[in-house]
């Protein structure tokens, strides 16, 4: 059965098919909204259900409610909806590209860089923080996050954490040589920096988390738009923080960054913060409610930053953005089962 779908304060309407999600009845319409993950773990998507009944997995929810997710929900009756963003999809934002390996190099055993770059004439537009799909030889896809600033728009730097038995991270990357060719389609996502003349920001990142964090302080950098920003990066040891000197020396040279790395297994030489990164950021800050957080890499972190922060912190809801690196593929693996598989 076909429902409609409206959304509150826009003249914007469109039908959503049966076990269709909301988000992907919107860009069927030719619509953007918010999304990352697409599989209900960083509730990037979240919105408003003005009026309506939608099922989000095994939940039944009824309007008015606050919490949810359009990338889960699909419609079961005409509903009235309040996304945080909805625009017209324009076709030209987006690129897929034969990108050819220019550089691989391992700044930790399970940490590779990868370093792409596009046929000469081809430029690609993205904001810091944003991600592509590559496309694997089996025909499905996996994402990473561009560590590049987009004033680097001739290629993509990507941080790639080793995945036990991974298809991409451990068996296309082991077989990878310089110039060989892989298909990118580029930029998805919607964790980029919201500019607020006034913001506060607080960065928080575990392992390849860093990379978004990195395209988004190299472009603050490059745009000189001096915000105050406190960076916490979280680890297991410190091979883990596999770019912390470029930090350390960003902290250094730019007033406006307070770089502070933390480990939840360091050994017994280290003499920086102890713990899990979010606490770090709680012990520190004890209100957030003027804060702007974005949290990135994994999925248990974000979800603890995210309650916590929240419940704790005073931190307002729409001022915390997310990034969960959870697995990209295809497999419908439930949100419960990501959250277990990841350390
Ligand atoms: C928006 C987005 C951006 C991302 N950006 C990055 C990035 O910049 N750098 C980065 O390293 N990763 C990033 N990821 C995660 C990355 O896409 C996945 O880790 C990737 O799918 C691993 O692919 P694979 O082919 O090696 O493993 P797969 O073959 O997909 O998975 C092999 C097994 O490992 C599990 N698995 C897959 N990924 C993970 C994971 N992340 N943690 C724990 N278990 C996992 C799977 O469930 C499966 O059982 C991002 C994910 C998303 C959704
Ligand atoms: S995009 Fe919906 S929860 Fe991540």
Redesign the pocket.
Known sequence: MTHTIAVEDADISFTCDDGETILVAAERAGYTMPY????GV?ASCEGFLSKGNVKQRSKQIAGPSGKVLFCTATAKSDLTIRPRRIQRHDPSARKTIQARVFRMSRPADD?AILQLRFPASIRSKFKAGQ?LRIR?PDG?V??????NPPQESDGVQ????????????????ASLQIDDKLEVEVP??D?YLREDDKARYVFVAT???F??LKSILDDIIRRRLNREVRFYWGGRREADLYLAETCKKWAKRYSWLTFVPVLSEPDSNWRGRRGLVHAAVLEDLADLSDRHVYA?G??MMIEAARSQFETRGGLPRNHFYA???????S?D?TPA??LQ???
């Open positions: 990352s993950c697409r599989k960083c940490v991600y694997t499905d996996r994402s990473f996050s561009m560590a990507l941080h790639i954490r080793h995945v036990p038995g991974g298809a991409f991270s451990e068996k296309v990357l998805f996502g964790f392992g390849t988390g990379a978004p990135c994994n999925p990034d969960a690196f959870i697995p990209s593929g497999s693996t089962q990501i598989t990841v350390d």
